[in-house]
Every structure is written in structure tokens, then in C-alpha cells.
């Protein structure tokens, strides 16, 4: 599935490693420190499929490269990390500096998973047609339907399998996305000394 080895001795993320690795777990090995830990560092809740992380408030957010870098730094420092995907575990997140701010993305689409993906650039918003908002209009008679929206290049929007869908996926493959966002042509700009491009890695 993946090799990820970051090898360079002066690399802040020196040490980092996973080679074809795959688990499955069941939602019970998850205590309720992991959940606050994983909850406090990422913003995201164990869903309703045992090993399924997703963000509860906004199903769909929307970051800077910046913050993106900020949560891959996050899930790999995340307790859950270290016990399941202890390979890539960042005991410390190191510090680093941010360089440059740009107007456009050089790269606008990525992923981590199937129903992990980010793009920038406009999107359409299917918010009220789906879920729960979906039931409630159809109970209240309201037909709304889906809504194109103006978002800048600079930005990027997570999302399912398509565009309309809720990002979510197991604590792996939010750990692969982690590792996609910092082998990034994006974080080589922002972050030149996080820019691992050995951590590319084409989980789906």
C-alpha cells in the first residue's frame, strides 16, 4: 500500500517510517481519553462505523494551507498515532517557520483516501439536500437545491467521495492524508523544512 521513510538526519520529521501497513480495528479499543485527544487536537469524532473519524460541526471544512499543515502535524501527534500507527508518531511537534502567502495553490487537489479529498476553488454546495437537512426540508416543504460558491484559490475544501459527501475515514487514513499534505508541493512553499516527499503515498 505505502513506503514512507523520511531518512535525512537534519529533518524535523527524521524517523518517520510506514511500510504496507494495514489495520482494522473495532470502535471499542478507542477509550475516551483517545476520543478527547483525537477531538482536542483535530476537531474530529469517532462516527458510527467503529473505526471512523469525522468532523462533526462542519462536514466539509475549509483551511489555508497553513492550517492544513497545522492538522497533519496534529493527527501524527495524536495519541491514537502512537498506539495504532506508531511508526508515525510525532512525540513533539516541531516548530518551523511559515514562508510566502499566495494568491493560488500550485497544487489544488489531493488525497488521503476514498472519501478523504481536498480541492480548492469553487465548489456547489449541496448542504441542504443532504442528511439531515435534507429530512428537514422535506418535512417543512422547502425544495432548496444546490448552491455554487466563490472560493478562493489560496483555500481548500475536504470532502467524500464527490463533492457532496462529508469527508470521513479510519484513524489510517487520516494519518495517510497527514502524510500527503506534508509531501505536498504546497508545504515545500510554505514550509520548506516540514516538505517530506518520501511521505507521498496513494492510499484509496
Not at 469517532?46 to 489555508?64: A, C, E, H, K, R
Not at 469553487?122 to 444546490?146: F, W
Not at 494519518?175 to 520548506?192: G, Y
Amino acid at each position: 500500500m505505502c513506503k514512507i521513510k523520511v531518512e535525512a538526519d537534519n529533518h524535523k520529521l527524521n524517523g518517520l517510517w510506514l511500510w504496507d501497513y494495514s489495520y482494522s480495528l473495532h470502535e471499542d479499543v478507542f477509550s475516551e481519553d483517545i476520543k478527547s485527544d483525537i477531538k482536542e487536537n483535530t476537531g474530529l469524532n469517532q462516527g458510527s462505523l467503529g473505526d471512523w473519524w469525522v468532523f462533526d460541526l462542519n462536514p466539509n471544512p475549509i483551511y489555508t494551507w497553513p492550517e492544513l499543515i497545522n492538522l497533519a502535524l496534529n493527527i501524527l501527534h495524536c495519541k491514537a498515532t502512537k498506539m495504532f500507527v506508531d511508526s508515525l508518531y510525532l512525540e513533539e511537534i516541531p516548530k518551523y517557520s511559515l514562508e510566502n502567502y499566495l494568491n493560488e495553490l500550485p497544487c489544488t487537489s489531493f488525497s488521503g483516501a476514498k472519501r478523504i479529498n481536498a480541492d480548492s476553488g469553487d465548489y456547489t454546495d449541496y448542504s441542504e439536500i443532504v442528511g439531515i437537512n435534507a429530512l428537514k426540508n422535506m418535512l417543512t416543504g422547502r425544495e432548496p437545491k444546490p448552491k455554487n460558491v466563490k472560493m478562493g484559490k489560496d483555500k481548500i475544501r475536504l470532502s467524500g467521495k464527490d463533492e457532496s459527501c462529508c469527508v470521513e475515514g479510519s484513524w489510517l487514513d487520516w494519518c495517510m492524508f497527514a502524510c500527503n499534505i506534508l509531501a505536498n508541493k504546497n508545504t515545500e512553499i510554505f514550509a520548506p523544512e516540514l516538505y517530506a516527499p518520501t511521505m507521498k503515498n496513494d492510499n484509496y
